[in-house]
């Protein structure tokens, strides 16, 4: 069960800057089934994909935020299949998968630039 009530001391969002919104809402929703709200030309949030709520937004801003700052991962049931997806969405395959202790990650460029990853136990 999943509350709409934020948890003291928890990560409540996450948001990437993008330099088109377009782009970025098609290459999310293409690639992982993201859903959006509108918010206006220059912002859309990211619908939990269980219908409780946003899990973040996408600002249309000039340009992504700088290399360096706190890594997004996403976790995935079928890593092979995930990257599959990335690359048909028009998305850029920066680290191919690896294993890990627990499990195997990749790495990836959206349109704009932000990378981010996505991990799967198997």
């Given amino acids: 069960m999943t509350s709409d009530t934020p948890v003291h001391h928890s990560i409540n969002y996450v948001e990437l800057t993008v330099t088109d919104l377009e782009a ?3 290459f999310y ?21 269980n219908g409780g709520g946003e899990v973040g937004g996408l600002f249309g801003g000039a340009e992504p935020r700088p290399v360096g700052g706190p890594f997004v991962l996403l976790y995935s049931d079928d890593l ?12 850029e ?25 996505v991990w799967s136990t198997r």
């Fill in 24 to 26: 970025a809402k098609s």
């Fill in 29 to 49: 929703a293409h690639a992982f089934g993201w859903r959006f709200n509108d918010y206006g030309p220059t912002y859309a949030g990211i619908a939990a994909l």
């Fill in 80 to 91: 092979d299949e995930t990257r599959r997806a990335i690359v048909g969405a028009g998305g």
């Fill in 93 to 117: 395959i920066r680290t191919e998968p690896y294993g890990f202790p627990g499990g195997r990650r990749l790495h990836f460029a959206d349109p704009s630039g932000n990378e981010l990853g």
